[in-house]
């Protein structure tokens, strides 16, 4: 019986800490609420296959979505990195949970995208705008987000 508690104890202790990593899989990514992270993507034709993690960074404070855009610098760098913050955010006084993707390849970018809401085991479909390069992208829910997961990245003229 010990045994069994002291391995239901050392999964569970797992389980929280992979949940709080950002997780990456040749050109799929799982990122936790409170992460902004700075990818490197490598390309095959106009499909991104894989992506190194340049930095990671953990987000504590809830975030004024309009002060994040506001604050957006645009220019015209092409260095084919991609940014993602995953958080919780502010909106008018309201909680919300929000993807802000900046990403500078110079050409559009459609991907795909999978929530899983707090206390839920399963993944569900979420839909995402492309977007644009040089330019803030801001997707934003209500629901209470543990992680998203996001896959099938292509670039588009």
């Given at each position: ?51 190194e993690l340049v930095s990671e960074e953990n987000i504590t404070e809830k975030k004024d979505m309009f002060d994040m855009l506001k604050n957006f610098k ?84």
């Open positions: 019986m010990k045994k069994f508690l002291s391995l239901f104890i050392l999964l569970f202790i797992i389980t929280i800490n992979a949940q709080e990593r950002v997780l990456i899989k040749k050109s799929e990514i799982t990122i936790p609420i409170g992460k902004k992270i700075i990818l490197k993507p490598e390309f095959k034709k106009n499909k991104i296959i894989n992506f645009r220019d015209e760098t092409k260095d084919n990195s991609i940014e993602f913050t995953f958080s919780e955010s502010e909106m008018m006084g309201n909680s919300i949970f929000t993807l802000l993707n900046i990403q500078k390849t110079g050409k559009t970018m459609n991907f795909k995208a999978k929530i899983k809401l707090k206390g839920t085991t399963i993944y569900q479909s979420a839909s995402i705008m492309p977007s644009s390069s040089n330019a803030a992208s801001v997707e934003q829910w209500r629901d209470n987000i543990d992680s998203i997961f996001l896959y099938d990245f292509e670039l588009i003229n």
